[in-house]
């Protein structure tokens, strides 16, 4: 039974402690499950240990002084807690950071370029950069600098990098929606959306923004402090009044600009 589980997973996370420093646990004892094909977001308010998560997954806490301290993560069957993150990269974990920004005084095509492996040939490229723009058609494409883009243009482009590098089997973008007006967040959902539905890919999605990201989501978790307090489906999540408590909080900030997100909420 335990096999057949783990053989569903793309990545399962047990009970994983994280110090900074030596000294500041950050997270303590976070288990998370993604079956393959999943969408599932980890939601979460400031601080809450989102970001640390991600990084555990990636290898990235290492730059950091960070380390995990307890607990396993397996990728695809494979323990990864203790792997390179390059080796991780390779693997198919693609981790988008927080407030990643395209390199502004770069066109779109050139940032691609810029992100793309150092082994990768000229028509793979090519042939990678038809597919994302596909999902992204950039306005201007070619011709305007990523600096003049509009935000929908920029949060696009992150997306696009993070595909090129490594098409990835598990896509961990940590807030996409952070600072975008909330229409965009609507249509950048949609292409995360589409890119787990048609490239099958898994996605990993943190979120203050609860409100939005259970619209896309199949489960979600629920962190505060370093530790998992909520695991359940999307419409059990958002039918349970701290979770609605915590986004409507969330989204009563940003409610003045326009009130398409809140629909859904509204909707069922
Ligand atoms: N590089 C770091 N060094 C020390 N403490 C950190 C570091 N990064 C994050 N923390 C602490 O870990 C906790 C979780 O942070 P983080 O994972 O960034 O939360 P979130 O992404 O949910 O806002 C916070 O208390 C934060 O101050
Ligand atoms: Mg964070």
Do not use: W
């Amino acid at each position: 039974m335990q096999e057949k589980a783990e053989a569903q997973h793309i990545l399962s996370m047990n009970s994983v402690e994280v110090l900074y420093d030596n000294v500041m646990l950050a997270i303590k004892g976070v288990s998370i499950q993604v079956r393959k094909g999943a969408m599932i977001a980890l939601l979460g308010s400031n601080g809450a240990g989102k970001s640390t998560t991600l990084k555990a997954i990636s290898g990235l806490l290492k730059v950091e002084r960070g380390r995990v301290s307890r607990g396993e993560i397996r990728f695809a069957g494979t323990d990864i807690t203790e792997m390179l993150a390059q080796h991780r990269v390779e693997m198919g974990i693609c981790h988008v950071i927080e407030g990643r920004r395209v390199f502004e005084h770069l066109t779109p095509d050139e940032n691609l370029i810029a992100a793309a492996p150092a082994g990768m040939s000229r028509s793979a490229l090519e042939a990678e950069k038809d597919k994302i723009y596909e999902y992204f058609p950039p306005p201007g494409r070619a011709s305007q600098f990523a600096g003049r883009l509009s935000v929908r243009g920029r949060a696009a482009d992150a997306c696009h990098r993070a595909r090129l590098v490594t098409q990835p089997s598990l896509l961990m973008l940590d807030e996409p929606s952070l600072g975008l007006a909330p229409f965009l967040v609507q249509e950048i959902f949609g292409i995360i959306q589409q890119i787990n539905e048609k490239e099958g890919m898994s996605v990993l999605l943190v979120e203050q923004n609860a409100l939005a990201a259970l619209e896309i989501v199949s489960e979600g978790y629920l962190i505060e402090n370093g530790r998992v307090v909520m695991h359940g489906t999307a419409e059990a999540l958002k039918a349970n009044s701290d979770i609605q408590e915590f986004y409507l909080a969330a989204a009563r900030a940003s409610i003045s600009t326009t009130s398409s997100i809140t629909v859904g909420a509204n909707a069922g």
